[in-house]
């Protein structure tokens, strides 16, 4: 998904002094060579979820519509933010299904939590392209709204995140007695760094935008899943 937004947008990014270091745009990394990696990918994909299940590979094709139409919804919608967001949501409900061969409640929780806490962060990031965007007839909550209510929107979907995430526990914690204090404890955290993240950006003062987007982010992700793990099995 990534290798196919860079190819996609290598006009774009060649355009905007923020992104115009890219490999694409730099000539580290060839278009021809960025779009063969897409699509061996995309083929491996479809045949890994094969192995898995019917299901699952009845439904591949969904998914990558999904995570690489993505990059073409900034041209036309606001709303990418939770495109991009409904993508990555794909991998906790992709992994039920890979497990289990069947929907439930409980991944679409972890779902609704994943899309809520990306597409958040996501309109973060995209404060610092509000100009550009505007100039350039791209579409963002930013260049829609402006900073001060874009970190309004974040803001409340980073609650609607906090509040799924915190549903889904209590979910599992009914269905698996060995959810344990480690398990709230990573939830907490989670929550925490999402205000933090909040604290970090102004409307006025950008500066910390790549601390709240790249490391609160990854802090969260990865502290949420390590407790959870270790809660879960040790």
Not at 112 to 131: C, H, N, R, S
Not at 144 to 154: D, E, N, T
Not at 204 to 215: E, H, K, W
Request: charged share 10%.
């Amino acid at each position: 998904a990534m290798a196919f937004n860079r190819y996609l947008d290598r006009d774009i990014d060649a355009a905007n002094p923020r992104t115009r270091n890219r490999e694409i745009p730099a000539g580290i990394i060839a278009p021809q060579q960025a779009l063969r990696f897409v699509i061996v990918n995309a083929v491996l994909f479809m045949a890994a979820a094969w192995l898995l299940n019917p299901l699952c590979f009845y439904l591949s094709p969904v998914a990558l519509a999904v995570i690489l139409g993505y990059s073409y919804t900034k041209r036309f919608t606001a709303l990418c933010h939770f495109v991009l967001g409904l993508g990555l949501a794909l991998a906790p409900i992709g992994a039920y299904l890979a497990v289990t061969g069947r929907f439930a409640t409980l991944p679409l929780l972890y779902g609704l939590a994943v899309l809520t806490w990306v597409a958040g962060f996501d309109i973060i990031y995209a404060l610092q392209d509000e100009d550009f965007d505007r100039n350039h007839q791209l579409h963002s909550v930013p260049a829609a709204l402006g900073k001060v209510r874009a970190l309004q929107v974040s803001r409340l979907l980073h609650v609607v995140s906090a509040l799924a995430i915190v549903s889904a526990g209590w979910m599992l914690a009914a269905h698996y007695p060995q959810v344990g204090w480690l398990h709230w404890l990573a939830v907490g955290v989670f929550c925490a760094l999402l205000v933090w993240q909040h604290r970090l950006v102004k409307p006025d003062d950008l500066s910390r935008v790549d601390l709240a987007f790249f490391t609160t982010n990854g802090m969260a992700s990865l502290i949420f899943g390590l407790l959870v793990i270790v809660d879960f099995y040790f």
